[in-house]
Each structure stands twice: as structure tokens, then as C-alpha cells.
């Protein structure tokens, strides 16, 4: 199931809703608080009508919406905290072989002299690259797309080496 990219706004009683959202968030939320209302963007393999759901039997008051350049719009006058909520899904049109070389050509520069964290990795990852060649490429771009889903931010060094596992494979 694809990840889709939601943004929740609160109102009134916020105390646990970041709890709430972390246990439906598949990707690392993004928060901007002010009094009375939390404004949140996160990815969710759930639909909006489960989301819906789960909120209501919180109790809260809550507009949620999937944020899709297709089917919504979205803009904040302060830079920083559209940045800060949509920025990640910038890119969304980038090819597929675009994206992974981007993020490969991020993972190198930033692992190229970690050694230590290598092999620790290497030693976390449970698939090989052989194991990776077995599989089709259909399984692998779905390892890939749940990683770029994460956002590069977001990923962990078990994703970047596995990354560089794929990219070897082509």
C-alpha cells in the first residue's frame, strides 16, 4: 500500500495529540503549535476516513485533508514554516531513476569517510546484495520508494547503505 501525505489541523484540546499522531505517522511529523490549534503534516498508509475515525474517538476537533498537488493547495506567507510542513514533498514529479540517483549521490557524500558506521550498518541490514539481485525490479523500487517516503532527513543509516546496495545492482 502507498504511503499518501496528510495535513492535520487541531483545534482547542491538544494535550496527547502529538502521541496520537506519532502512532499513525509512518513518516516523521512536522508540527507548527500555536494556541489552540497544532498544524501537522505526516505520511500515512491509512485513508482519510480511518484517520477521520481514529481522531473521532479521540474526541478532538480537526480538519484533515491529503495534501496531493492534484486534488488540494496549500501555501503559508512565512517561508520557514511552509518549508518546515511541506517541504518535503517537493519533487514529487521527479522521476523515479532521478530520485534514487539523487539520493544515492546524498547518501555517498555523507558516509564516504564513515567507516565505523559502515560496518555497523552492514552488519543491521538484513538484505545482502545478492539477496537484492534475486528479487525483481518491481520489489526493489518498493524498498526505494518507501525510503524516499521517509524523506532524506528521515533516513537512517541502514536505509542509505541499502541504497547503495540497489544502486550497485542498476
Not at 501525505?5 to 500555536?34: F, H, Q
Not at 546524498?106 to 558516509?111: L, P
Not at 565505523?116 to 520508494?145: D, G, P, Q, W
Not at 537512517?156 to 541499502?162: C, E, G, I, P, R
Request: proline residues 1%.
Amino acid at each position: 500500500m502507498k504511503l499518501k501525505n496528510y495535513c492535520i489541523l487541531v483545534l482547542t484540546e491538544l494535550d496527547g495529540v502529538k502521541k496520537e499522531i506519532l502512532k499513525i505517522a509512518e513518516s516523521k511529523p512536522r508540527y507548527v503549535d500555536a494556541t489552540g490549534m497544532l498544524m501537522c503534516t505526516f505520511a500515512s498508509q491509512m485513508s482519510a476516513k480511518e484517520l477521520e475515525n481514529f481522531f473521532n474517538t479521540k474526541g478532538r476537533s480537526f480538519f484533515i485533508f491529503e495534501v496531493d498537488k492534484d486534488v488540494s493547495g496549500y501555501n503559508l506567507h512565512e517561508d520557514r514554516l511552509h518549508k518546515h510542513l511541506f517541504g518535503y514533498l517537493v519533487g514529487d514529479d521527479i522521476p523515479f531513476d532521478e530520485k534514487l540517483n539523487m539520493i544515492v549521490n546524498h547518501v555517498s557524500a555523507s558516509t564516504v569517510n564513515d567507516v565505523s558506521k559502515k560496518t555497523s550498518v552492514s552488519k543491521k541490514n538484513k538484505f545482502t546484495l545478492e539477496t537484492l539481485k534475486k528479487m525483481h525490479k518491481a520489489e526493489r523500487e518498493k524498498i526505494v520508494n518507501n525510503i524516499i517516503d521517509k524523506g532524506v532527513e528521515n533516513m537512517t543509516d541502514s536505509d542509505k547503505a541499502l541504497l547503495k546496495k540497489i544502486s550497485e545492482i542498476g
